[in-house]
């Protein structure tokens, strides 16, 4: 059940953590708690992510994702949130996930939009209003609706969006990916103005400083399972309104945009994983097919950006 110790609130700064694996590609349980005692001792952060894209979650098993759960809880107890990814095509697996998640005593849900509905689903929005009442009949955790980047064909009109808050009071959150500026500016307002505001996690990690400038009520990235320090220090500049500062960050964290958002874009979680590797909080980096190893030239990449970030071997190094 949800804790009573608190209520979950969607704001600050959200890592969504990695999902390491063994040579033989199993799940490195070991290397996992590492990783989340690692990322979950960065004071300030608000919660953390688990079983989404930055954990690898499409080649992930509903096994592998429920006992991914059952470890964060173990790891993290109270200390730190559990907010858990609802990733999948079928609305009744996704309510079976919603309700394990609460039963383990999870703080929120993710929920991304089913890969399916690129086929034109965006014109059937009685299809997302079904999925999302299937996993709130089986859970009441708030939730954290994914809108992805206009590009993906699985973005949700923003009628849909507002109608999407307006029926299912436990939506807290939008995180917001949809790539367009305009459209993020007016997204963010337009919540903040229903009867029930609802608040906005960026993911645009590729120009967080911006984003988060246009009003967002905190950021939920991938990029925070190496680097959720420098973001938290940006929030609160941003927070503080000191410009001087938040931009002084910024030019930190640009280094490891450029390390890990680069073309291919699909490569940022397996670059992230190189990076705790160089920076010694990660003795492997494994990815599950299709995903590939980058080459040698791409982690020299990583390692020489990192450094342009001020970001070496032993930073935060993980006990």
């Known amino acids: 059940m949800m804790s009573e110790k608190r209520q979950f609130v969607a704001t600050g700064v959200i890592p969504a953590c990695l999902m390491p ?13 590492r990783h989340l005692r ?9 919660g953390m992510t688990i079983n989404g894209h930055a954990a690898e979650v499409h080649a992930l098993t509903i096994e592998e994702q429920f006992r991914a759960i059952v470890v964060t809880k173990d790891v993290l107890q109270d200390r730190v949130p559990t ?51 299937r996993i709130t ?45 305009n459209l993020h500016e007016r997204q963010i307002r337009e919540l903040k103005a ?19 400038a246009l009003g967002c009520d905190g950021l939920l990235s991938g990029a925070g399972s190496v680097i959720a320090d420098l973001q938290v220090a940006l929030f609160r500049a941003v927070q503080a309104n000191d410009l001087k500062t938040a931009r002084a960050i910024n030019d930190r964290i640009y280094p490891t945009v450029r390390a890990f958002y ?22 492997e980096a494994h990815v599950r097919p299709p995903l590939m190893k980058p080459g040698v030239a791409e982690i020299e990449k990583v ?15 993980v006990a």
């Open 21 to 33: 694996f063994s040579a033989d590609l199993a799940v490195d349980e070991g290397a996992y708690r």
């Open 38 to 46: 690692d990322v979950g001792s960065v004071e300030g952060i608000s």
């Open 83 to 133: 907010i858990v990814g609802i990733y999948t095509n079928s609305s009744l697996e996704a309510a079976r996930i919603a309700a394990y998640a609460e039963h383990e005593g999870a703080d929120a849900l993710l929920v991304f939009p089913p890969d399916f509905m690129t086929l034109g689903g965006h014109l059937r929005p009685e299809m997302i209003y079904e999925h999302l009442r």
């Open 137 to 181: 009949d089986a859970s009441g955790l708030p939730i954290i609706l994914f809108q992805y980047p206009l590009a993906s064909n699985l973005a949700y009109p923003l009628p849909t969006l507002l109608e999407l808050c307006r029926r299912f009071p436990s939506i807290v959150a939008i995180k917001d990916q949809c790539g367009d500026g």
């Open 194 to 212: 229903l009867d029930r505001p609802v608040n906005t996690l960026t993911t645009h990690s590729a120009w967080l400083l911006g984003s988060l």
């Open 262 to 283: 680069d073309a291919p874009l699909l490569d940022m979680h397996n670059r992230m994983k190189e990076a705790l590797v160089i920076l010694g909080r990660l003795d």
């Open 303 to 317: 390692r020489g950006l990192l450094a342009k970030a001020g970001l070496s071997a032993g930073y935060r190094k």
